[in-house]
C-alpha cells in the first residue's frame, strides 16, 4: 500500500484490489466507460458476473506475474491499474498493461503514480520482462505519459477500434524491463 497527496492535499491510497472490491470496480469502469472514447468498452459495456469478476481478482493476486491495484480517495475507487500476463512459459515475461483514471482526476499525477508503481512491482517480480501496452494514437496525453516513463513504440495498427461511425488507429508500445 501506499500513499500520496493531491495538489489541493487530500490523500489517496494505492492498494492492491482484493475480491471485495468487485462490485466497486465493476461500477467504476462502468462509468469511465462513459467519461472518455480512449478506452475498449463505453458506458455500462463493462458486463462482468459479480462471483466471476471475484474469481478473476482473486486468481489474478495468486500469479506472480500479474497485479491489480486501485487509486482510493476518501473510500472512491479514482482509478485503476494493471498488468495481465500470461501463465504460459513461453510468453510469461509480458505484461499487459491496463489503466483509467476517473476523468474528474484527469492531470493530477494519478496515473504517474499507478503507472510507476506496476513498473516498479514488475521490475521486482523477477518474471516480467516487458510491458506492453496499446492506445489509441490520438491520445497524446497518455502517449506523452508513456514515453516519459521509458515506453516505446512498437507498431501501428490502422482502423484498430471503430467508435460512433470512425475509425480509429492505435500504437502499440512497450517496456523493456
Known sequence: ?????????????IKEAMKEDAQ??????????????????????FN??????????????????SIILLAILQDEIIGIASINSSQKQRMKHIGTLGIVVSKKLIGQGIGRKLMEQLIHWATSNEITKKISLVT??????????????????????????????????????????
Open 24 to 45: 466497486q470496480m465493476i461500477d467504476f469502469y462502468n462509468v469511465v466507460g462513459g467519461e472518455t472514447d480512449f478506452l475498449s468498452f463505453g458506458k455500462n459495456e
Open 136 to 177: 489509441r494514437d490520438d491520445n497524446i496525453h497518455a502517449i506523452e505519459l508513456y514515453e516519459k516513463l521509458g515506453f516505446e513504440k512498437e507498431g501501428h495498427m490502422k482502423k484498430d477500434s471503430f467508435i460512433n461511425g470512425t475509425y480509429y488507429n492505435t500504437f502499440a508500445m512497450a517496456l523493456f524491463l
Open 1 to 13: 500500500m501506499k500513499k500520496f497527496h493531491l495538489n489541493d492535499d487530500h490523500e489517496v491510497m
Open 48 to 65: 462482468r458476473n459479480l462471483e466471476e469478476y471475484k474469481e478473476f481478482i482473486e486468481s489474478t493476486r495468486l500469479e506472480q506475474n
